[in-house]
């Protein structure tokens, strides 16, 4: 079993920078590949961002050059560096951990990217 939690979500003007942190805890997290998923109103949850417990990353294509996500092990915690943020970037950002079948989530953060 896992427990997440999503924080540094918040309201920022487009072209702005935020960071999405996600702590983990209750299992060994270098296992696991962990993800960030994103749900605008009105539509389904999309992948983002994911990490493996290698390292290896891939985005979707909207972020790409804009996100970066990363993990620190020694921390139990993955990160969503976001930059040059856009009106469609507003949506609520879920954390995911992943091995196997297993699959857990946090609660996720609202951003918000507004003028």
């Known amino acids: 079993q896992v427990q997440l939690v999503e924080s540094g979500g918040g309201l920022v003007q487009p072209g702005g920078s935020l960071r999405l942190s996600c702590a983990a805890s209750?299992?060994?997290?270098?296992?696991?590949?962990m993800s960030w998923y994103r749900q605008a109103p009105g539509k389904q949850r999309e992948l983002v961002a994911a990490?493996?417990?290698?390292?290896?990353?891939n985005a979707a294509d909207s972020v790409k050059g804009r996100f970066t996500i990363t993990r620190d092990n020694a921390k139990a915690t993955v990160y969503l560096q976001m930059n040059k943020l856009k009106l469609e970037d507003t949506a609520v950002y879920y954390c995911?951990?992943?091995?196997?079948?297993?699959?857990?989530w946090g609660q996720g953060t609202q951003v918000t990217v507004s003028s």
């Open positions: 995911n951990a992943g091995w196997g079948s297993a699959s857990y």
């Open positions: 209750g299992s060994i997290f270098d296992i696991y590949t």
């Open positions: 990490i493996t417990a290698g390292g290896t990353t």
